[in-house]
């Protein structure tokens, strides 16, 4: 089983800033940060297209992540120096990336939960929780629509290529999903209301075996 999940030191370019409507930061020159992450270095596109890039012994492998920078990209984003060896992309704060790197489908479930306890997020918006997946298909959100709990637990729209999960309840498991090989799809995570408050995000990958855990969190950072 591939564990994709730890903790990361994260330095990224640019201005200190929210990123647009997603309660996350990015930085740039010289800064620091923690998060817990996922792929290191893998595009964070929310497609498959060239994925493929080869054969070895008449299988499909997926293309195989950039090797690391000797000097910070120039691109925004987050970044960490792989033992060393050089800059590779990770995570930032409130991301998720959901990636498949075998070259056969995986189903995926996700598993949402809010803490503390006593502060559930609401419909309302006095304590809002929300994730968007990608989804240009809506095929993850037919299934979501569909699932016990929706219009209750959870609220679910699609729309412009993205799926969102607002949430009414302190923890909600959503899927199973397909993700088709060497597939990616992006998830940005928002939180608001509370300083306090954390949106812990977690996705599991099987084909009938466990393929990979990856997780992330998101909080809102409180003005300096």
């Known amino acids: 089983m591939r564990n994709v999940s730890r903790t990361t030191l994260i330095i990224a370019f640019g201005l200190a800033a929210w990123l647009a409507s997603a309660g996350c930061w990015k930085m740039v020159g010289s800064g620091s940060g923690s998060a ?10 929310g497609d498959s297209d060239g994925a493929i890039d080869g054969a070895t012994d008449g299988g499909r492998i997926c293309k195989a992540p950039p090797p690391p920078s000797p000097t910070l990209p ?3 984003g987050c970044y960490e120096n792989d033992h060393g060896s050089g800059w590779v992309k990770v995570p930032c ?7 498949n790197t075998t070259p056969g489908q995986a189903m995926a479930r996700v598993e949402l939960s809010v803490t ?8 309302d918006g006095t304590l809002d929780a929300e994730i968007a997946f990608d989804d240009p298909d809506a095929s993850w959100y037919a299934i979501w629509a569909k699932q016990p709990g929706s219009g209750d637990a959870f609220t679910i729209t699609n729309q412009g290529g993205k799926t969102t999960v607002q949430l009414a309840a302190s923890s909600l498991t959503l899927g199973p999903v397909p993700l088709f090989a060497c ?3 992006n998830a940005i995570a928002q939180v608001s209301g509370s300083y306090t408050e954390t949106l812990s995000m977690r996705a599991i990958l099987d084909d009938g075996h466990v393929l990979a855990t990856i997780d992330g969190k998101c909080f809102a950072i409180p003005p300096e």
Do not use: N, V
């Open 116 to 123: 503390p306890l006593d502060q559930a997020p609401a419909f």
């Open 36 to 45: 817990d992450g996922g792929q290191d270095g893998r595009d964070s596109g």
């Open 183 to 185: 597939e990616t799809r």
């Open 93 to 99: 704060l409130c991301e998720l990336w959901i990636e």
């Open 74 to 76: 120039d691109e925004p």
